[in-house]
T-cell receptor, first 111, second 114 residues
Framework: QKEVEQNSGPLSVPEGAIASLNCTYS??????FFWYRQYSGKSPELIMF????GDKEDGRFTAQLNKASQYVSLLIRDSQPSDSATYLC???????????FGSGTRLLVRP | EAGVTQSPTHLIKTRGQQATLRCSPI?????VYWYQQALGLGLQFLLW???????NRGNFPPRFSGRQFPNYSSELNVNALELEDSALYLC?????????????FGPGTRLTVL
């Protein structure tokens, strides 16, 4: 079992729709959770981080964390073609402070 | 505020050679992390430096090494290059070494080994 799992996609949504990206993690001791966006050939760009159970909103983005289910998600409202990218879920689980990344979900927003 | 910078942007080497990659963190950040992103393999943690010391390393052979300088910039050295070392090497910096501290990535160095 991978430490951080994501559906590779592609997830295809029409412009203006809500895109829902999911991530599960195996280590119950994981403490912080990050979503990065990566355009092809570019480096990851931080979108959001979340540490506590519940929802965290930032503009069109909402991160949701459920530690009991070991599940973190990212919702993108009013999706735009410019949101088309690979979304990486990353988990920081212990005192090593390294990020464990999922393999990413490719999102395609159709105009 | 300037972001994380990396040099060179591209690097082409042949098998058996050595490669040196450089990273300058965001001003005020003391922690530097190195990751490898090989095609189809995702981002893998390589090394973590904080306050000039190597704090942790990933599951990579010893020919991957590095250091952090007094100004917190960092260098990644890869000796005896192998074809499978071809990848995008990403450097990230964080303000401190806390588990909740956010890591910000540089643009990467694309290493090609022929």
């Amino acid at each position: 079992q991978k430490e951080v799992e994501q559906n590779s996609g592609p997830l295809s949504v029409p412009e203006g729709a809500i895109a829902s990206l999911n991530c599960t993690y195996s280590d119950r001791g994981s403490q912080s959770f990050f979503w990065y966006r990566q355009y092809s050939g570019k480096s990851p760009e931080l979108i959001m981080f979340i540490y506590s159970n519940g929802d965290k909103e930032d503009g069109r983005f909402t991160a949701q964390l459920n530690k009991a289910s070991q599940y973190v998600s990212l919702l993108i409202r009013d999706s735009q073609p410019s949101d088309s990218a690979t979304y990486l879920c990353a988990v920081n689980k212990d005192s090593s402070y390294k990020l464990i990344f999922g393999s990413g979900t490719r999102l395609l927003v159709r105009p | 505020e300037a972001g994380v910078t990396q040099s060179p942007t591209h690097l082409i080497k042949t098998r058996g050679q050595q490669a040196t990659l450089r990273c300058s963190p965001i001003s005020g950040h003391t922690s530097v992390y190195w990751y490898q992103q090989a095609l189809g393999l995702g981002l893998q943690f390589l090394l973590w430096y904080d306050e000039g010391e190597e704090r942790n390393r990933g599951n990579f052979p010893p020919r991957f090494s590095g250091r952090q300088f007094p100004n917190y910039s960092s260098e990644l050295n890869v000796n005896a290059l192998e074809l499978e070392d071809s990848a995008l090497y990403l450097c990230a910096s964080a303000r401190t070494s806390g588990v909740t501290d956010t890591q910000y990535f540089g643009p990467g160095t694309r290493l090609t080994v022929l």
